[in-house]
């Protein structure tokens, strides 16, 4: 069975770095785009990150761009987030998408998904 594990969530102070990690298992994670989502409280799911097949092409939501970076090895994908806000505060979500990707979107593309990992940033 395809399986998506996130990890690496917790609770930081404004200012500070998480590392969070995707372990994809069940398929051949290099034939899926995997993408980074995060769904706050009373907020509804939004696109952070995602890389993309064939090309390894990233994106970024304007919001996250410069703090955030995506990389990817074998089947993990991590999500390297650094100067981190309390709007950040979010469970966040990896997905994995038959179609290249192009652009950030809520998730409509996505087959499979994780069970969320969840990060608190305190001001």
């Known amino acids: 069975e395809v399986q998506l594990v996130e990890s690496g969530g917790g609770s930081v102070q404004a200012g500070g770095s998480l590392r969070l990690s995707c372990v994809a298992s069940g398929f051949s994670s290099d034939d899926y785009s995997i993408g980074w989502f995060r769904q706050g409280p009373g907020k509804e799911r939004e696109g952070v990150s995602a890389?993309?097949?064939?090309?390894?092409a990233t994106y970024y939501a304007d919001s996250v761009k410069g703090r955030f970076t995506i990389t990817r090895e074998k089947n993990t994908v991590v999500l390297r987030m650094e100067s981190l806000q309390p709007e950040d505060t979010a469970v966040y979500y990896c997905a994995a998408s038959s179609f290249a990707i192009r652009h950030l979107d809520v998730g409509g593309l996505y087959d499979h998904w994780g069970q969320g990992t969840q990060v608190t940033v305190s001001s």
């Open positions: 890389i993309s097949v064939p090309n390894g």
